[in-house]
């Protein structure tokens, strides 16, 4: 990714374009004029989150909105620079301005992470139980049975397993930084990619998946095994369990359960079409979103509240909207990968017809193939979608926190302009 920073930023304290500095007492010494092409190997971009920064290729950041300038420390104001020369009353609008994007990307990510988690603990736990009678289409049966799972174990039902699903995130990135760094795959494409370099990159995040696939298994084991019977364990069992299972130690699991390499193709191919699916329609919705700025708001007619407003939440927006519909389509096929990942793993859930009882996990599928025709057969169509409910929880909380925020940082934004 290619670093933004300003033509004329040099980093040391010096202008690039002269040839030598004078200090009091008269010495002076050669300054190596940098271009911004050797800035680039000295100069890296700031953590990648959701709303923190635009993404678009070629693009500027516009943090301060249009004509904002300033100078660097020290100097006078002689050219644009992020900050502003006053200190006034527009100084808090301008650190506002600084850190909005990373203030709205946080609330996403937190509404993603953590206000969601009881959607996703309440969605596994539907998709394993193949014992339900009600499978939990709608919101309402899943408020309905949330709240009976808080009555009769309180709030930590709905929470397990939140720890476990941030590490299993974090192996995640670092397997594919390291993958990217001792290896000729790419982890980002670039504005003119080809072919070869998307199988690659696609190569790359398959395996990536690989290598997460056990610890991801030992997360779905903390997120759905009951309460009532779950160990108190530390935030880095998800670690040792998923070592344990990829060299054969830990707890002991029955007969039953599935070889790594039986899960191998189901749990990449989801994961893949997921990153698919989600980067074609995150793409369109951003194209979509700026054609119809670009149309009703006209560069000159902006204003800065508007600015900064379109700068943030388009992105926000296209990871909303990518992630919904992803999830969506592949419900069916989710369903079928945590079934195989469960099994055989001796996991007690909660009963989610009743809401205060537990069930063992015995299935005995033979694969990918033979799991979906088992659920066909034995559940009908809609067992593929046991939980949707849940979904439509997750996405609606998801887009109130969204719409507040944005109202919020309207309301702040305008207040100091």
Known sequence: MHPRRPDGFDGLGYRGGSSSREFPG?????AKSFSSSDLSHWVTTPPDIPGSRNLHWGEKIPLYGPGAASTPVGGSCEEPYPGGCSSGPGASSEQLNRFAGFGIGLASLFTENVLAHPCIVLRRQCQVNYH???????????????????????????????????????VTLGAEGIISEFTPLPRELSHKW???????????????????????SASLIETVQSEIIRDNAGILECVKEGIGRVIGLGVPHSKRLLPLL??????????VL???????????????????????????????????????????IANFTASLCSDVMLYPLETVLHRLHIQGTRTIIDN???GYEVLPINTQYEGMRDCINTI???????????????IIVQYTLHAAVLQITKIIYSTLLQSNV
């Open 262 to 271: 039986a899960l191998t193709f189901p749990t990449v191919l989801h994961g």
């Open 352 to 354: 989610t017809d009743l």
């Open 376 to 390: 066909k057969q034995e559940e009908g169509m809609l067992g593929f979608y046991k939980g949707f409910g849940a």
């Open 274 to 316: 997921h990153y698919i699916i989600s980067s074609i329609i995150q793409k369109f919705v951003l194209l979509v979103l700026k054609r119809k700025n670009t149309h009703n708001h006209p560069s000159e007619s902006t204003s800065p509240v508007q600015s900064i407003l379109d700068a943030y939440f388009p992105e926000l």
């Open 132 to 170: 339900a009678r009600h499978y939990h289409l709608t919101p309402f049966t899943v408020i309905n049975i949330m709240y009976s799972f808080n009555k009769t174990q309180g709030p930590r039902a709905l929470w397990k397993g939140m720890g476990s699903t941030f590490i299993v995130q974090g």
């Open 194 to 216: 080809s072919p070869k370099q998307v199988g690659e990159h696609l190569l790359l995040k398959g395996l990536t998946y690989v290598v997460a696939m056990p610890f991801y």
């Open 26 to 30: 008269g010495n002076s010494f050669s």
